[in-house]
């Protein structure tokens, strides 16, 4: 029997909220003490990620993480995230040492195909991807611009090795669909509050209507080409799906209608009581070699608006700090989601997290660093809704309603799109013809 790797022993959580309709940072009073929150979990350090795939620190897997995500940071408390710590220096895995084991190891990997393919689902994608992540990353390396040629030969072992991997770690129709849904056994674990209590304005909750297509959470939209969380879209290079959902007081006829009348030029706030969210859903390359949506959430955030000032017109969008909000934030711990939902709520003292994920940040805490640009009332604390109904008239456009499948379709599509997904699928569709040949 294979050492199969029987759980994922660390969290990671997904990136970090939303500049858009709900970044969910704090205007200027920021109305939260994390501290009383009893379900939180400390920061966990870069060390227990050293063996998140099975108890031998030995196993294939775990010294393949090691050497393409783990080795070159320096050690120190983390906040985990749904995607891998990259290249910390720039180009570490190109230098000569590091690239040639990353590539010895991928080859032993390569080497046992069905080995590999017969561990179990839940471990299979979430190391896919994170190899996924690691062939984003290497597919900008060498650029004319930026990186020397001399990296052209380190890149391209990496990248053909990967994207093999990536294709031998592929989930078969059946397992897809019966992939956990872990928001929904959140709610039926009952472990956390299912609605705010502005009694409690810390205690953190998770709406059960929040996946309701007839509830009152409306998902967000908008008339650009571009992501509506655009920043953390880039930020997990395309792939998950950020959902930016709002629920104002009344129901979601009145959040549906608010939406609809917002435009340039007639900014109007939304009122005390409104909660904005911000839920990213893993997606996953399937057999096919294709984008599949799946339902394991990885990080949610929410922002419920105690208080908002009115901000006269004429100011608009000039910050105008004041108001008060509770902010609360849930991430994915892999090691729990094999037994349960795996879902946490974050602690008052967990590090910073940068959208990137190419350095991680020191000596800052998550939870109060998102007021440092998200310090205005209401919809003017949402960067990206400001620029779009003041900025540039290229920039301009209107807000709608839109449901979970419409946006997962629309962020496979952009992904399908960029640059590194073309290179993965002609490396895998070369690969393919040369295995057709070689029968």
């Known amino acids: 029997m294979p050492n199969t790797p029987t759980r994922f022993r660390y ?98 990997f390569l080497a046992s195909p069905q080995t590999q393919a017969a561990h179990p689902a839940l471990d299979r994608i979430f190391l896919q991807h994170d190899l996924w992540a690691a062939f984003d990353d290497l597919a900008w390396r060498p650029d004319n611009w930026v990186h020397l040629e001399k990296d052209a030969p380190a890149a391209f072992a990496l990248r053909t090795r990967l994207a093999r991997a990536i294709q031998i770690l592929a989930l078969s129709d059946r397992e897809l669909t019966n992939l956990p849904d872990n928001y929904a056994q959140a709610i039926q674990s009952a472990r956390f509050a299912n609605a705010f209590d502005p009694a409690q304005p810390d205690r953190p909750f998770l709406p059960k209507d929040l996946f309701d297509p007839h509830g009152p959470w409306v998902v967000v939209d908008h008339a650009l080409d571009a992501q509506l969380a655009a920043v953390h879209d880039d930020g997990c290079g395309g792939r998950a799906v950020h959902a930016v959902l709002l629920s104002l007081p009344g129901g979601r006829a009145v959040t549906e209608e608010y939406l609809a009348d917002l435009s340039p030029g007639d900014v109007k706030n939304f009122p005390a009581g409104t909660i904005a969210a911000l839920v990213r859903r893993m997606l996953t390359i399937d057999q096919k070699g294709n984008p599949h949506p799946t339902p394991i959430t990885e990080s949610i955030q929410f922002r419920v608006f105690l208080e908002v000032p009115a901000v006269p017109s004429d100011d608009f969008p000039h910050k105008q700090q004041g108001g008060r909000q509770s902010f609360f934030e849930f991430i994915l711990d892999r090691s729990k989601l094999s037994a349960n ?99």
């Open 11 to 108: 969290s990671r959580a997904a990136m970090v909220l939303l500049p858009a309709v709900a970044a969910l940072a704090g205007a200027a009073l920021f109305a939260q003490t994390p501290a009383s929150r009893d379900t939180a979990q400390p920061a966990t350090d870069i060390a227990d990620e050293r063996a998140p795939y099975a108890p031998d620190p030995n196993h294939l897997w775990n010294r393949l993480n090691r050497t393409l995500f783990i080795d070159s940071v320096a050690p120190g408390p983390i906040l985990h995230q749904s995607d891998p710590l990259l290249n910390a220096p720039e180009g570490y895995l190109l230098k000569e040492q590091p690239n040639r084991i990353a590539v010895a190891l991928l080859d032993e």
């Open 341 to 439: 939902d795996g879902l946490r709520s974050l602690g008052p003292d967990e590090p910073r997290s940068l959208f990137n994920r190419t350095v991680q940040a020191r000596g800052e805490k998550q939870m109060s660093t998102c007021i440092e640009c998200h310090n205005s009332s209401g919809i003017y604390s949402m960067h990206s809704m400001v620029q779009q109904l003041t900025g540039s008239p290229s920039f301009h456009t209107t807000f709608r309603a839109s449901t979970w499948e419409q946006l997962t379709q629309r962020h496979i599509y952009a992904k399908t799109k960029q640059f590194q997904w073309g290179l993965l699928q002609g490396i895998q569709e070369s690969t393919r013809q040369t295995e057709t040949q070689s029968r």
